[in-house]
């Protein structure tokens, strides 16, 4: 038997310190499922393991990409599946941890299949972007496909203006005359490995004055100046990320630093309930506040292994 641990939560919770703490206990690998951590030029805003976490256990994953190449959800999927099917050849545990909600499911239950979409169609569409903007993608999905409108709208807003998702939504509507989600949560992947899910958690109070506090931090170690090194590139889908967003807002004169940086930390509070609130539908995920001994996570971990006789 094969095992996925599997650790999800809001940002600034401590999953990376207990993935180390899991890899080491069950000397595996782990495995990144942060959609920002992926790119090497978004390091400081990112929150990147420094390179001492990075070197008390093997990761994967984490500034393997450039912010220049086009790498969706799919890309990571079958470059993880891959890389897993690798790890457990020789090893019947490794770690996933992440606050990327949709990467994380793409691991677990495999990614949504769809038509393929005549390429007209997607001509059609990108020409419509380019002479309408974003807003007639939202307004051509908010018609074709109204639930999953207001459903994205609710749990994560930002897709909203992400043009390359959107477009992908609205081609699929028109291409297949049906929703884009109804092809949602379809035929799933079968998976070799069992997945032991492990969620952290705080008070909301808590959680806030840690994100506050990591803010700060990113600040004094110098996310300033990454942005303004990335700030020519801001248009590029990767950089549509907090933390970055608000201080292109303010090299473009329309904030002081002090507010865009207490905006980071608004911008940062909100994305972290969006993170729970997707993660709490997680189906057999097991709880702990993130000041939990280490011990009594590893015991629960070691409550739910099979061990081959």
């Not at 994560?156 to 998702?165: G, S």
């Not at 008070?203 to 803010?215: G, L």
């Not at 700060?216 to 170690?221: F, L, P, S, Y």
């Not at 993130?290 to 590893?298: A, L, Q, S, V």
Request: charged content about 25%; overall charge negative.
């Amino acid at each position: 038997m094969k095992y996925l641990i599997t650790i999800i939560g809001p940002t600034a919770i401590g999953k990376t310190s207990l993935s180390i703490a899991l890899a080491q206990e069950f000397q595996c690998e782990i495995i990144s499922c942060d959609s920002r951590q992926f790119f090497k030029e978004m390091r400081i805003g990112t929150a990147v393991p420094t390179d001492l976490e990075l070197a008390a256990a093997p990761h994967h994953f984490i500034q393997n990409k450039s912010i220049f190449e086009n790498y969706s959800v799919g890309d990571f999927e079958k470059e993880a599946i891959a890389k897993l099917n690798e790890l457990f050849k020789t090893n019947d545990f490794a770690i996933l941890v992440g606050g990327s909600g949709l990467y994380v499911d793409a691991i677990l239950k495999g990614f949504d299949s769809f038509p393929d979409i005549d390429t007209s169609v997607r001509e059609k569409v990108n020409e419509n972007y380019e002479q309408h903007g974003i807003s007639y993608l939202q307004d051509q999905l908010a018609l074709l496909d109204s639930n999953y409108f207001k459903k994205i709208s609710l749990e994560n807003p930002q897709t909203l203006q992400n043009p390359q998702r959107m477009m992908r939504f609205v081609e699929v509507c028109i291409g297949t005359g049906k929703p884009y989600s109804s092809f949602l949560n379809q035929a799933k992947n079968n998976r070799n490995f069992t997945p032991i899910i492990i969620g952290l958690e705080a008070e909301r109070s808590v959680m806030y004055d840690r994100i506050n506090q990591r803010v700060d931090i990113m600040i004094n170690d110098g996310l300033l100046a990454e942005a303004e090194k990335l700030y020519p590139h801001k248009e590029l889908n990767a950089l549509q990320t907090v933390g970055y967003r608000e201080l292109f807002a303010h090299f473009d004169g329309e904030s002081t630093l002090d507010f865009a940086i207490e905006e980071i930390k608004k911008n940062t509070r909100r994305f972290s309930k969006r993170q729970l609130t997707w993660f709490k539908r997680t189906e057999n995920a097991q709880w702990f506040d993130f000041e939990t001994d280490r011990k009594t996570i590893i015991n629960y971990i070691q409550s739910n292994i099979i061990y081959n006789s």
